[in-house]
T-cell receptor
Framework: DAKTTQPNSMESNEEEPVHLPCNHS???????IHWYRQLPSQGPEYVIH???SNVNNRMASLAIAEDRKSSTLILHRATLRDAAVYYC?????????????FGGGTRVLVKP | GAGVSQTPSNKVTEKGKYVELRCDPI?????LYWYRQSLGQGPEFLIY????????DSGLPNDRFFAVRPEGSVSTLKIQRTERGDSAVYLC??????????????FGPGTRLTVL
């Protein structure tokens, strides 16, 4: 399985943007890049995913490098509610991609 | 609408006992997944179902773990002869269908299992 590398933790101030990097140098051409986050004492929740092009939704933006070996999740204005562990996950096309393979993620601390 | 629910929210048992953990997926979701999360780590895949059948059980750690989904909706994860190392949060997720890496999985809050 292709692996991802993320910083263990990041800090941000409330209402400032947060840029969460993810390295995935062994990504294959058909792997999707997914992001989930896990708030304290809750199950993970989906944030965003993409393949090649940058993606935006109401929660965040996903910027994917042209060579696809890295990506960045962008939270445009961090709130206290965004304090969570953020997981970058590669998912293959086909049956092997049905399960999520979580790494250690990045713990985001938002300071008021 | 209602999300994924899991019962009980907490379960304390003694070493060697049998436990059952229940998952109610989102109505209409045909795919159901079980994960396990140890303290300070990311969730680890155990098994997933498409309908009533276990499509991939490669993550089950040993034969003490078993899961069923007899009617294609509710699922039960069963652990026999529990060990202290089984202590973890057991997470259930569902998705509308298996979509080979493009679907969204919706997680429940988990069941925290403590084996004394």
């Amino acid at each position: 399985d292709a692996k991802t590398t993320q910083p263990n933790s990041m800090e941000s101030n409330e209402e400032e943007p947060v840029h969460l990097p993810c390295n995935h140098s062994t990504i294959s051409g058909t792997d999707y890049i997914h992001w989930y986050r896990q708030l304290p004492s809750q199950g993970p929740e989906y944030v965003i995913h993409g393949l090649t092009s940058n993606v935006n939704n109401r929660m965040a933006s996903l910027a994917i490098a042209e060579d696809r070996k890295s990506s960045t999740l962008i939270l445009h204005r961090a709130t206290l509610r965004d304090a969570a562990v953020y997981y970058c996950i590669l998912r293959e096309v086909g049956a092997a991609g049905n399960k999520l393979t979580f790494g250690g993620g990045t713990r985001v601390l938002v300071k008021p | 609408g209602a999300g994924v629910s899991q019962t009980p929210s907490n379960k304390v048992t003694e070493k060697g006992k049998y436990v059952e953990l229940r998952c109610d997926p989102i109505s209409g979701h045909t795919a159901l997944y079980w994960y396990r999360q140890s303290l300070g780590q990311g969730p680890e895949f155990l098994i997933y179902f498409q309908g009533t059948g276990a499509a991939d059980d490669s993550g089950l750690p040993n034969d003490r773990f078993f899961a069923v989904r007899p009617e294609g909706s509710v699922s039960t994860l069963k652990i026999q002869r529990t060990e202290r190392g089984d202590s973890a949060v057991y997470l259930c997720a569902s998705s509308p269908r298996l979509a080979g890496g493009t679907d969204t999985q919706y997680f429940g809050p988990g069941t925290r299992l403590t084996v004394l």
